[in-house]
C-alpha cells in the first residue's frame, strides 16, 4: 500500500471520511501534530491503528470529538472538566475523565482504564473530519511508535507511507507539539504530560489549582499508565540526543535556540513558543542529515520550555 497525499479541501474530507466509516485510519493534521485517526466506536479500526503505528496496546489513545454533546456521550464530566472544557476547548488541552459505561467507544481505546483521554480540536481539517464521518476518532501522532511526532505531511509519508490509505495535507501544524493532557479532581488539577497548555494558563483560566505532574519515568516507575504520552523513550530520533550543548561536537547536528549559531535553530530570538513549534521539525531533519548524532541547546524551563524539555528528555533516552 502506498499512501495518497490530498489536500485538505471538500473532495479531500469526504474521502477521508469514507474510509474511515470503511473502518481505515487516515492521517489528519490537528493544531498540534498530525493524528493517526480512525473510528474510535470500532475495535478493528483501532485495532489498525495500533497494527500501522507498530504501538503496544497498553498505551490509551486520545478520543477527538467535535463538541461538548459528542464528548458527553463519551465521558462523566465533573463541574472542574466543564471549567476547563469552557475555558480550553477547542483547543490542544487533552481530558482524562471517566469513561461512561453505556459509552460507544471501543475498549482497546482506553487500554483497559476505566478513564478515556478526550479533546475537541480547534484545526478546521480534524473537526471537518470528525463532522463528516459522524464518528469520534481516536487519533495518535501518525508515525511509528516512539518515533519522531509528524508536523508535516511529508513527515508522515516518511513513517507510514506504505502502511496507510491516505494522508491528507494541510501544511505544517501550529502548535507543533501534543496536547497537554490533565487529569481534573476536586482537590486541583494534574498535569499527565506537559504541552501547549502550560500550568499558569490552565489557573488563569480556569480558576483551578494545579497540584501535581507526572513525568513518564514516574508513570513507568509506578508501574501503570493513565494516559498517552506517558512512555519513558519517546519521540525519538535514530541518532543518539545530546542536550544542553553550547556547541557541537565532532559530527554532530547541532539545534540551536536564542542568539547562538546553529544547523537549525528553534527560535533565533528565543522564543519558546516558537520553539516549540519548530521541535519537531528540527528533529526531522537533524535525523535526515549526515551528521552521526544530534545536540540540542539548553532551553529555559518554564512555560512551554517544560513542554519542550519534556519532548527532549524523552528523546535522548536509549
Not at 225 to 234: F, K, M, R, V, Y
Amino acid at each position: 500500500m502506498s499512501a495518497r497525499c490530498l489536500p485538505f479541501d471538500d473532495d479531500g474530507v469526504a474521502e477521508a471520511a469514507r474510509l474511515i466509516r470503511a473502518g481505515e485510519p487516515v492521517a489528519l493534521p490537528s493544531e498540534t501534530v498530525y493524528g493517526l485517526a480512525a473510528d474510535a466506536t470500532d475495535a478493528r479500526a483501532v485495532a489498525a491503528i495500533y497494527a500501522a503505528k507498530g504501538r503496544p496496546s497498553f498505551n490509551p489513545l486520545i478520543v477527538h470529538v467535535a463538541d461538548r454533546a459528542m464528548a458527553e456521550t463519551i465521558a462523566d464530566f465533573s463541574a472542574e472538566a466543564r471549567r476547563l472544557a469552557d475555558a480550553f476547548w477547542p483547543g490542544p488541552l487533552t481530558l482524562v475523565l471517566p469513561r461512561r459505561s453505556d459509552g460507544p467507544v471501543c475498549d482497546l481505546v482506553a487500554a483497559g482504564l476505566s478513564t478515556i483521554a478526550i479533546r475537541m480540536p480547534s484545526h478546521p481539517a480534524m473537526l471537518a473530519v470528525i463532522r463528516a464521518s459522524g464518528r469520534p476518532l481516536a487519533a495518535p501522532s501518525a508515525n511509528r511508535s516512539g518515533a519522531i511526532s509528524p508536523t508535516r505531511a511529508q513527515h508522515v509519508l516518511v513513517s507510514l507511507g506504505d502502511r496507510i490509505a491516505l494522508v491528507l495535507d494541510a501544511g505544517p501544524t501550529v502548535a507543533g507539539i501534543e496536547s497537554t493532557i490533565v487529569a481534573p479532581g476536586a482537590s486541583g488539577i494534574r498535569i499527565l504530560r506537559p504541552g501547549p497548555v502550560t500550568a499558569a494558563q490552565l489557573e488563569a483560566l480556569s480558576g483551578l489549582t494545579v497540584v501535581g505532574a507526572v513525568t513518564g519515568t514516574e508513570a513507568g516507575a509506578g508501574g501503570g499508565i493513565e494516559s498517552p504520552g506517558q512512555l519513558a523513550s519517546h519521540y525519538c530520533p535514530d541518532k543518539p540526543v545530546r542536550l544542553a550543548a553550547e556547541r557541537a561536537e565532532a559530527d554532530e547536528y547541532l539545534i540551536g535556540f536564542g542568539a547562538m549559531a546553529a544547523d537549525f535553530n528553534l527560535s533565533p530570538a528565543g522564543d519558546l513558543v516558537e520553539a516549540a513549534a519548530h521541535l519537531f521539525a528540527a528533529l526531522h531533519e537533524a535525523d535526515a542529515s549526515p551528521a552521526r548524532a544530534i545536540a540540542v541547546a539548553a532551553i529555559p524551563h518554564e512555560g512551554i520550555g517544560i513542554a519542550i524539555n519534556d519532548r527532549l528528555a524523552r528523546a535522548a533516552v536509549r
